[in-house]
């Protein structure tokens, strides 16, 4: 997968989420510190003598903006505050400075985000995902962070490089075209599949499926009950697939920039020397396989909603992630208690093309990224709002900040998710023990 579209694949999920879950917004409200905008949108500067640091802490699945109330209703079903816990916790260790949150997201609009960013009106913090990593660092609007990264996080007690926190391969996937790093990882997307536990043990399925043979016979058990076996809300699994598939062309595909990763520039490559073809062996099996799967749709899938109908009991299983998985937890009409896996691997009894090139399974890469604007730098507040961003990103911090605002899995290195996103978790840190793939090595 080439890191733009997997970008786009995972911002799939996003307006759907958004839907689902909805979308936080911080004003003044429950909140006492928070400070209120202006007119102009802009927030107050009543303690000038204070260095400010502004924040838009957007996200891509979900914002980490303080809602206007914490107390739960159905306007408000996510409430949220802590980042302005630990913000007042932050100023208190440094009395100079003041962090005031945006009480809308501005960055999440990447229109929005541009005009801010060309006018220097930006906050000093700002949400953009890595899909944009070559677009703005040539207008020097966003800080390069390497020289922080470099350094310990003064948080964290024998921490040698802030860095160490984070994931390297999936650090170096978010470098730009000046090899320097922009952004700093907040959370990351925990994906695979949910399932309809009464269904399962309905069907004779006693365990959950960990290959695709598995998973086909699965299929067969649970059509038997007259149970639609399977319905995709996006694709997802189609990727380690396809990265299982074509493993052994990776040698071949990944030269320019060696990461075990197929930019868009090393396929293009590999298909104008003709080392990937559409009609070769690996593709014809990797369309195969999208066929079987497309065999546990229900009839009419193309006008079939996948959230309902597994919420309804009429799918058993369907592809989603975190998002998706908080709003079936907390959906008043499902009647059923539900599990979440990881998507199958396809191992070499299942194909002749399996057994190797496995793909880290239960999160798929860093999903909200924040960056330090040239506004932080105009205004000498760079190396504060560096810090603040190492203040969140230390394991205890990092998993308040994530676990409290739900969906999403902490993106440090030691951070526990919270309690129903733990498989998923676990599973993606044995799989990066093992040498697993990153997310979409491989993608046409």
């Not at 400070?35 to 260095?51: D, F, H, L, R, Y």
């Not at 945006?102 to 906050?123: F, H, I, W």
């Amino acid at each position: 997968m080439t890191f733009k579209s997997k970008w786009k694949t995972i911002a799939a999920a996003t307006a759907i989420i958004v839907a689902l879950t909805g979308c936080a917004s911080g004003s003044k409200g429950s909140n006492p510190s928070q400070v209120p905008e202006s007119s102009s949108g802009a927030p107050s500067t009543k303690n000038a003598e204070k260095k400010i640091i502004v924040i838009d802490p957007g996200g891509d699945n979900v914002t980490y903006h303080p809602t206007k109330s914490m107390e739960k209703s159905e306007a408000n079903p996510n409430p949220y505050n802590e980042i302005r816990i630990l913000a007042d916790e932050w100023e208190k260790l440094h009395p100079e400075a003041e962090i005031q949150i945006l009480e809308q997201p501005k960055s999440r609009d990447r229109q929005q985000a541009v005009a801010m960013l060309a006018a220097g009106t930006a906050p000093d913090i700002i949400f953009q995902i890595p899909i944009f990593k070559n677009e703005d660092y040539p207008k020097g609007w966003v800080v390069p962070l390497d020289e922080y990264m470099d350094k310990p996080n003064p948080y964290i007690p024998g921490n040698t490089a802030w860095k160490d926190l984070f994931n390297k391969e999936w650090i170096d996937e978010m470098r730009s075209g000046d090899k320097q790093l922009y952004f700093t990882p907040i959370d990351a997307i925990p994906i695979g599949i949910m399932y309809n536990k009464e269904l399962f043990q309905k069907a004779g399925i006693d365990k959950v499926p960990e290959s695709y043979g598995d998973f086909f016979d699965a299929f067969k058990k649970l059509k038997a009950i007259g149970v639609a076996p399977y319905m995709p809300i996006y694709r997802w699994s189609d990727y380690p697939l396809e990265t299982t598939i074509f493993a052994s062309k990776l040698a071949e595909f990944d030269v320019l920039n060696k990461n075990n990763h197929v930019d868009e520039e090393e396929m293009v490559r590999a298909y104008t020397k003709g080392l990937f073809k559409v009609d070769s062996p690996e593709n014809r099996e990797y369309f195969k396989f999208k066929k079987l799967k497309a065999e546990g749709y229900p009839e009419g899938w193309s006008s079939v909603d996948a959230y309902r109908a597994f919420i309804t009991g009429k799918v058993a299983m369907i592809e989603a992630v975190g998002g998706h998985m908080q709003s079936a937890s907390e959906d008043k009409t499902r009647g059923f208690e539900f599990g979440i896996m990881p998507f199958p691997l396809l191992t070499e009894n299942d194909s002749p093309f399996g057994g190797k090139g496995y793909t880290v399974r239960g999160i798929a890469n860093y999903s909200t990224t924040w960056q330090i604007t040239s506004s932080a730098a105009k205004k000498g507040t760079k190396d504060l709002a560096a810090d603040f961003l190492m203040f969140l990103t230390t394991p205890e911090n990092n998993s308040r900040l994530v676990n409290k605002r739900g969906a999403m899995v902490p993106a440090v290195s030691g951070a526990e998710p919270i309690d129903w996103l733990k498989p998923l978790y676990d599973q993606a840190q044995e799989d990066m023990k093992n040498g697993y793939l990153p997310w979409g090595a491989i993608s046409a």
